[in-house]
């Protein structure tokens, strides 16, 4: 049986759970508990040297959290996974594993407005400096990198427009720089792209999302290729003694772990922003059913997209798994199961038609979240994109009239009802004046 490499789907519901070994329960059991008894004094020495492996504290690691970093690992194909709290709090902890004050890294300007202000204000004030690029322009890529420079950070597919990262010219463009480049999965899911198989270096995401699947749980998780080589000089925090774990090199001690040893032993122990075991077992039955939710969720996005296309009170459509959208070429050859099902599209009339369309909405919800297996809508600019500056909006990609959905599984008649009859009330004004 070890022999055989699973399937996808395979993984989705068996890594990291086989039946307990204690009570021969079939479903993940919750291990609620806060902490574990050492087998001895001498055991749990080992454990606090790091020497051995065995869970201490739930706030380092828990065998329910276990569960869904091993299996989350083996979905995207990487060495090993951390699980956080939330997926800000997991590329929080990316960066600190890896910079510190008077550091610096480098962004994609397409990204989820909470990245945007994490990043250019809670680690400004920590010292540490970020740069937003755009990522198809590799001249002004290159001008940003600076010697202190520790990170690219991209997303798979970009929030909220859909650009989509061309991996493969990115993870050359990090290394020929000395740095690792990190992908935001959220939007894809590794069902859609696994960007470690595409030279990506760590792969971070929030769970709440489709990994999740249902709207109920706030998760992250951090994926490590374990292929990076942080002894060049250039991350002192890996590759020399470090004084939070008495003098430790993570680097020579831990080889190809280094990075998650430091991620689980020093972040998650300081900072404190670990997955709890009940949220870690939400989040592996959502992955269970990871494989349909997403061919579904794929489907109806692309009969909803077209609709709208096709509509004349619709003045464009942005979805990468459409030929109209610019990265259409590169959506067939990093998300060839598709663009996932998040997307955005401009109401006629602007932001006045896209407040009256979401508010005749029956079935789709208002709100701020996507993945979900109900039908969600958002208007960016008043919500999510608010915090940012026009200028900074109109970089990320959102426009006054945009309007993002997140489509859902339900019946695709019953979502295109919808959003035909609100379409209908949020013009009705118009047609009758006119
Ligand atoms: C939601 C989201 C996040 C943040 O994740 P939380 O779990 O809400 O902290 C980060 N990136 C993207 C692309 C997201 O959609």
Redesign the pocket.
């Known amino acids: 049986m070890n022999d055989r490499s699973f399937g996808f789907a395979t993984r989705a519901i068996h890594a990291g759970t086989p039946p307990d070994p204690v009570t021969g329960a079939r479903a993940a059991p919750i291990y609620q508990s806060s902490a574990f008894v050492f087998g001895s004094t001498e055991a749990a020495a080992e454990l606090f040297a790091l020497r051995g492996y065995g869970h201490i504290y739930s706030r380092i690691s828990n065998p329910t959290v276990a569960s869904f970093e091993e299996r989350m690992a083996s979905l995207e194909g990487g060495l090993g996974a951390v699980a956080f709290s ?4 997991a ?1 929080l902890a990316v960066v600190l594993a890896l910079a510190r004050n008077g550091d610096h890294i480098l962004c994609s300007q397409n ?2 407005g ?2 945007v202000t994490q990043f250019s204000i809670t680690l400004d004030r920590m010292g540490i400096g970020v740069t937003f690029v755009p990522i198809g322009d590799l001249a002004a890529m290159r001008a940003a990198v600076r010697p202190e420079t520790k990170l690219l950070f991209v ?1 798979t597919i970009g ?1 909220p427009a859909g650009a989509i990262a061309d991996l493969e010219t990115l993870a050359r463009f990090a290394h020929e720089n000395g740095i690792p480049l990190v992908v ?1 999965n ?2 894809a899911s590794p069902y859609c792209c696994r960007p470690i198989e595409f030279g990506a270096d760590i792969v971070v995401a ?4 489709f990994i999740c699947g249902h709207g109920t749980t ?3 998780i951090v994926v490590d290729a374990g292929r990076f080589d942080y002894g060049s000089g250039r991350f002192p925090l890996l590759s020399e003694a470090s004084r939070g774990y008495h003098g430790k090199v993570f680097t020579e001690t831990f080889g190809e772990y280094a990075f998650l040893m430091r991620l689980r032993a020093e972040i998650l122990r300081d900072v404190g922003s670990q997955l709890g075991a009940h949220d870690a077992w939400l989040l592996l039955q959502g992955l269970e059913t990871l494989p349909i939710r997403m061919e579904r969720h794929i489907a109806n996005a692309a009969i909803v997209a077209r609709h709208l296309e096709a509509h004349p009170d619709i003045e464009w459509v942005s979805y990468p798994g459409l030929p109209s959208h610019p990265d259409f070429a590169l959506a067939t050859r990093y998300l060839p199961r598709g663009a996932g099902s998040v997307f955005t599209f401009g109401i006629r009339g602007g932001r006045e038609a896209g407040r009256r369309f979401i508010d005749a909405l029956e079935l789709w919800s208002h709100l701020a979240n ?1 993945g979900d297996a109900k039908s969600l809508v958002i208007h960016p600019a008043s919500t999510t994109h608010s915090q940012l500056s026009d200028d900074e909006m109109r970089a990320a990609g959102v426009a006054p009239e945009t309007v993002r959905l997140s489509v859902g599984l339900e019946d695709c008649d019953d979502l295109l009802w919808d959003i035909d009859q609100a379409l209908e009330k949020a013009h009705a004004d118009r047609r009758v004046s006119a």
């Not at 929030?206 to 999302?209: F, L």
């Open positions: 939330s997926g800000l709090a590329q990204v989820y909470g990245t997303e929030n935001d959220t939007f929030s769970a709440t999302k706030v998760g992250g996507v």
